[in-house]
């Protein structure tokens, strides 16, 4: 994970039937639940939250617009070097 490799600042892009996986992992992170925890800082705060739409244009079909999001996430402190 990246933010155990020293990076503090992280975004979950997600677009279309993904988003709601987004923002359960983004909770996941801000909540240190799970797995997930041993390698989050001590804390993770939910940042900048962003919506916006992209339009994909495939040959002989219409064009399609799908939803996406971005979430910032931002860790707070050191990871901890041995399981909780």
Not at 57 to 78: A, C, M, W, Y
């Amino acid at each position: 994970m990246a933010m155990e490799k020293g990076e503090r600042q992280l975004q979950l892009v997600a677009r279309g039937a993904t988003i709601g996986r987004a923002v359960d992992i983004a909770e996941i992170c801000r909540r240190r639940n799970g797995i997930i925890a041993q390698g989050l800082p001590e804390t993770v705060n939910i940042g900048e939250i962003l919506c916006s739409s992209e339009v994909f244009t495939n040959e002989g079909q219409k064009d399609r617009t799908v939803s996406v999001l971005t979430i910032e996430l931002d860790g707070i402190g050191d990871v901890p070097t041995e399981e909780e």
